[in-house]
């Protein structure tokens, strides 16, 4: 069984940097992408970027395109999110999930993706 644990997230000023980690660890499928998602308070869980298992190719939502940045070190198993230029809308709860390879328009929704980690926060204060 797979297992994803995040860390890094922490509390920072609007226009701060951060990058959060997952390492995976346990069984896991060596051609599944790995992604990110965020949940505000009192909001539905979203997604934010996912990522191929090598590395090519990347999807990102509309509101981290051009500031958060998806990447991934096989060799130690761990996806990253390096986020610069936060705002406060982007407090929330952010989780790295694994799944399979499928069409890019699955990548959005979290029925893709079958094993998550417990989240980390992040704050942003204005």
């Known amino acids: 069984q797979e297992q994803l644990v995040e860390s890094g997230g922490g509390s920072v000023q609007a226009g701060d940097s951060l990058r959060v980690s997952c390492v995976a660890s346990?069984?896991?499928?060596?051609?599944?992408?790995m992604a990110w998602f965020r949940q505000p308070p009192g909001r539905e869980r979203e997604f934010v970027a996912v990522i191929s298992w090598k590395g090519g190719i990347t999807y990102y939502a509309d509101s981290a395109k051009g500031r958060f940045t998806i990447s991934r070190d096989n060799a130690k198993s761990t996806v990253y999110l390096q986020m610069n230029s936060l705002k406060p809308e982007d407090t929330a709860v952010y989780y790295c999930a694994t799944g399979p390879a499928a069409y890019s328009s699955r990548y959005y929704y979290t029925e893709n993706y079958h094993s998550w980690g417990q989240g980390t926060q992040v704050t942003v204060s204005s």
């Open positions: 346990g069984r896991t499928d060596r051609s599944d992408v």
